[in-house]
C-alpha cells in the first residue's frame, strides 16, 4: 500500500531564506506526483506537477524535483516571503486516474 | 478557465440527518471528478471518484454515497449522518494524468 511522507511537519523561518521540503513514498510505480498549497480554511492550490519520466519542474520561485528510484521528491523555495505561510502538501499518482495519495504536510511560517 | 464550485461552504448538521453536498465544475468537458475529506489530524483521503455520467467508485467503505447526474455536477450524500463524518469535504477535477484542481470545500460538523 502507498504512503508518502513529508518531513519536517513544520518549518518556521525569517524572510529571505531558501527553504527545501521533503516528501518521501514507498511505491516508486507512480504516474505522477503534485505538490499543492493550502492556506487555512482553504482548498488546495495547484503548484507543481511531475510527470513520471520528468526529473524537476520550475515556476517561479519554486523548483520541484521528483527521483522515482528512490521514491523522493523535493519543493525547492527560494527568496521565501512570508505570503508563502502555508501548508505544502505532496500527492502521488499511482493508479492513472489522478487518485491522489497525499501526504500530511508540512506547515510553513515565514516570519518578516 | 476552468472554475469548480462548492456548496454550501459550511454546515452543521444533527447526527442522523441527512446530507447533500454539491460541486460544479465550469469550463471543461467530461472531466474526471473526485471526492475528498481532510478530517481533523488526518490527512487528505479520496472518498469517490467519476469519470463520467453514472460512474462512481467508491475508495473507502464509508456511510456516504456519491453520484454524478450531469456531466459537470458531483453530489455527495448521506442518509444518516456520523459524529465521524465532521470534516472539510473537498471537490477536484482533472483529467488522466494529469494536474487535479480542487474547490473551496465545504466544512461539515456534525453534532
Known amino acids: 500500500k502507498q504512503e508518502v511522507t513529508q518531513i519536517p511537519a513544520a518549518l518556521s523561518v525569517p524572510e529571505g531564506e531558501n527553504l527545501v521540503l521533503n516528501c518521501s513514498f514507498t511505491?516508486?510505480?507512480?504516474?505522477?506526483l503534485q505538490w499543492f498549497r493550502q492556506d487555512p480554511g482553504k482548498g488546495l492550490t495547484s503548484l507543481l506537477l511531475?510527470?513520471?519520466?520528468?526529473r524537476e519542474q520550475t515556476s517561479g520561485r519554486l523548483n520541484a524535483s521528483l527521483d522515482k528510484s528512490s521514491g523522493r521528491s523535493t519543493l525547492y523555495i527560494a527568496a521565501s516571503q512570508p505570503g508563502d505561510s502555508a501548508t505544502y502538501l505532496c500527492a502521488v499518482d499511482e493508479g492513472g486516474y489522478n487518485k491522489l495519495i497525499f501526504g500530511a504536510g508540512t506547515r510553513l511560517a515565514v516570519h518578516p | 478557465s476552468q472554475t469548480i464550485h462548492q456548496w454550501p461552504a459550511t454546515l452543521v448538521q444533527p447526527v442522523g440527518s441527512p446530507l447533500s453536498l454539491e460541486c460544479t465544475v465550469e469550463?471543461?468537458?467530461?472531466?474526471?471528478l473526485y471526492w475528498y475529506r481532510q478530517a481533523a489530524g488526518r490527512g487528505l483521503q479520496l472518498l469517490f471518484y467519476?469519470?463520467?455520467?453514472?460512474?462512481i467508485s467508491s475508495e473507502v467503505p464509508q456511510n456516504l454515497s456519491a453520484s454524478r447526474p450531469q456531466d459537470r455536477q458531483f453530489i455527495l450524500s448521506s442518509k444518516k449522518l456520523l459524529l465521524s463524518d465532521s470534516g472539510f469535504y473537498l471537490c477536484?477535477?482533472?483529467?488522466?494524468?494529469?494536474?487535479?484542481?480542487f474547490g473551496p470545500g465545504t466544512r461539515l460538523t456534525v453534532l
Open positions: 477536484a477535477w482533472g483529467e488522466t494524468s494529469n494536474e487535479q484542481f
Open positions: 467519476s469519470v463520467g455520467i453514472g460512474q
Open positions: 511531475i510527470q513520471s519520466s520528468q
Open positions: 511505491d516508486s510505480a507512480i504516474y505522477n
Open positions: 469550463g471543461t468537458s467530461n472531466p474526471n
